[in-house]
């Protein structure tokens, strides 16, 4: 079992940057992948990026490409840079991990944080 906290979220303004970060009760190194999670005002929760449990190959979708970035700073904390922030960017974000493979799709993941909450103001 992993128990996962976020923190980093607050408020910026759009063209903000924010670094959020997940930290994992256990090492999560070749036996979890993570991802990042978020679920905006009023919309179903989306899948925003993955990483793997082995050889960090990673994975956005298109509403972060070229904006996020996610990493492992170590073998039981993950992080989201996220640059160029929008106001479509607000909402929560809630770190996640599970047994591979790891993709998009919530039920692909067992393990989920409380959250940390991300607004940017226009």
């Known amino acids: 079992q992993v128990q996962l906290v976020e923190s980093g979220g607050g408020s910026v303004q759009a063209g903000g940057s924010l670094r959020l970060s997940c930290v994992a009760s256990r090492s999560t190194y070749g036996l979890y992948c993570m991802g990042w999670f978020r679920q905006g005002p009023g919309k179903e929760r989306e899948w925003v990026a993955r990483?793997?449990?082995?050889?960090?190959?990673t994975a956005y979708a298109d509403s972060g490409k070229g904006r996020f970035t996610i990493s492992k700073d170590n073998v039981n904390t993950l992080s989201l840079q996220m640059d160029s922030l929008k106001p479509d960017d607000t909402a929560m974000y809630y770190c996640?991990?599970?047994?591979?493979?790891?993709?998009?799709?919530?039920?692909?993941?067992?393990?989920w944080g409380q959250g940390t909450q991300v607004t940017v103001s226009s």
């Open positions: 996640a991990a599970g047994r591979p493979p790891c993709g998009s799709r919530s039920s692909e993941y067992t393990y």
């Open positions: 990483i793997t449990s082995v050889g960090g190959g």
